[in-house]
């Protein structure tokens, strides 16, 4: 079975620049996240879909981030601006359903805002 | 703000059992507990959940205690290749799954 798919997987920009992460979860996993982990930290959840509606982005910077998951099946998730604070792995994972299923997390992208 | 408390570092001979502590002293009726590794530069990786009965699959083992305030996950024989972060969080149906700092174990030869 083939895992969740994250590119690119590495990504330097200056701040204040645009930047967008594309992740596609395993085929059938209705719940989708985007997580973000900061060096030495645990990962932070940003936003959780259920097919293609949001189940919570109470974690988002809305001001600069953004996240769509259409036909609920791949998703986006864009930051406009960036700022250096933002450097950090952004993290996909996916699950059957969001009833106490394991999750598969992809590799991951790690963005450098320079 | 993290439900879990985990001690940051642990250190393992290989060979030797790990066993991994976690307090969840507020976890509710219906939050099932459960265990990922992070290997360095991947994502985590799913170990083993349970509600409260103890579990084990081909991984490790999940000890959770009667009154479930806290619970252990034992990798039985660690080996090298068992060095990762040890994330223990929380999930019920519905909620998102919220990771801590975890526990940095070193497994050594």
């Known amino acids: 079975e083939a895992g969740v798919a994250q590119s690119p997987r590495y990504k330097i920009i200056e701040k204040r620049q645009s930047v967008a992460f594309w992740c596609n979860p395993i085929s059938g996993h209705a719940t989708l996240y985007w997580y973000q982990q900061i060096l030495g930290q645990g990962p932070k959840l940003l936003i959780q879909f259920q097919n293609n509606g949001v189940v919570d982005d109470s974690q988002l910077p809305k001001d600069r981030f953004s996240a769509e998951r259409l036909k609920g099946v791949d998703s986006t998730l864009k930051i406009q601006p960036a700022k250096l604070e933002d450097s950090a792995v952004y993290l996909c994972a996916s699950s059957l359903r969001n009833m106490n299923t394991e999750a598969f997390f992809g590799q991951g992208t790690r963005l450098t805002v320079v | 703000d993290a439900k879990t408390t985990q001690p940051p570092s642990m250190d393992c001979a290989e060979g030797r059992a790990a066993n991994l502590p976690c307090n969840h002293s507020?976890?509710?009726?219906?939050?099932?507990v459960y265990w990922y590794r992070q290997i360095h530069s991947q994502g985590p990786q799913y170990i083993i959940h349970?509600?409260?009965n103890n579990e084990t699959n081909e991984m490790a083992s999940l000890i959770i205690t009667e009154d479930r305030k806290s619970s252990t996950l034992i990798l039985p024989h660690a080996t090298l290749r068992d060095t990762a972060v040890y994330y223990c969080?929380?999930?019920?149906?519905?909620?998102?799954?919220?990771f801590g700092g975890g526990t940095r174990l070193m497994v050594k030869p």
């Open positions: 969080t929380l999930n019920n149906a519905g909620n998102m799954l919220t």
């Open positions: 507020t976890i509710s009726g219906n939050e099932y």
């Open positions: 349970g509600l409260k």
